[in-house]
């Protein structure tokens, strides 16, 4: 089947630990997508690669880092230096960056103690 | 940059009834609109979506308004069932593409109540 897959669904930590969130897609998509949600609150754009070996910061990329050495991996690096890192993390992919639809994994909820 | 508003934050309505969810955005550039279903612990899916060169676009028991003048459009949901039960977040795009470009309202709890 395919799609995109975040994993782990659920992810403890401590505090001051850097952390990496997992994000696969078989779909062939060219850019793919990090987001944020917190309860009552849309989703932020963090970060985002159009093509591989390239990605740009996106609204709250503070704390947060990523990487995009193949096409079908986009993994997310919550840093120790991320204030308030407990959130539902999005991971989306589209065909590329000028197409409309774009398909999301089932999310991580990561959680800082 | 684009600001995009969503009422009501939570709305019950009776198994059966039409459900409607209202966005406002103020980017007067912005010209693609999509409507995403989240169900619980699962990420949003994308229902229906409508482009500034039409007023309305409808899919089965959904349909999407736009008013451009008004900067406002609507997700209506008729004939609702248990399993339309889910948050719904609106969205506003400058760019007619890309998740990049998206701005999101803030969701509404949907709940339909048998």
């Known amino acids: 089947d395919g799609g995109i897959t975040q994993s782990p669904k659920y992810l403890f930590r401590k505090e001051g630990q850097n952390v990496t969130l997992s994000c696969e897609q078989n779909l062939n998509h060219d850019a793919m997508y990090w987001y944020r949600q917190d309860p009552g609150q849309g989703l932020r754009l963090i970060y985002y690669s159009q093509i591989v070996n390239d990605f740009q910061k996106g609204d709250i990329a503070e704390g947060y880092s990523v990487s995009r050495e193949k096409k079908e991996s986009f993994p997310l690096t919550v840093t120790s230096a991320q204030k308030n890192p407990t959130a539902f993390y999005l991971c989306?992919?589209?065909?590329?960056?000028?197409?409309?639809?774009?398909?999301f994994g089932q999310g991580t909820r990561l959680t800082v103690v | 940059g684009e600001n995009v508003e969503q009422h009501p934050s939570t709305l019950s309505v009776q198994e059966g009834d039409s459900a409607v969810i209202k966005c406002t955005y103020s980017d007067s550039a912005s010209n693609y609109f999509p409507w995403y279903k989240q169900e619980l612990g699962k990420g949003p899916q994308l229902i229906i979506d409508?482009?500034?060169?039409?007023g309305e676009k409808k899919d089965q028991r959904i349909a999407v308004t736009l008013n451009k003048t008004a900067k406002h459009f609507s997700l209506h949901i008729t004939e609702t069932q248990p399993e339309d039960s889910a948050v719904y977040f609106c969205a506003a795009s400058r760019t007619g593409g890309g998740a990049d470009g998206l701005t999101f309202g803030k969701g509404t709890h949907l709940i339909i109540q048998p």
């Open positions: 989306a992919s589209s065909k590329n960056r000028g197409s409309t639809e774009a398909f």
């Open positions: 409508i482009r500034s060169n039409v």
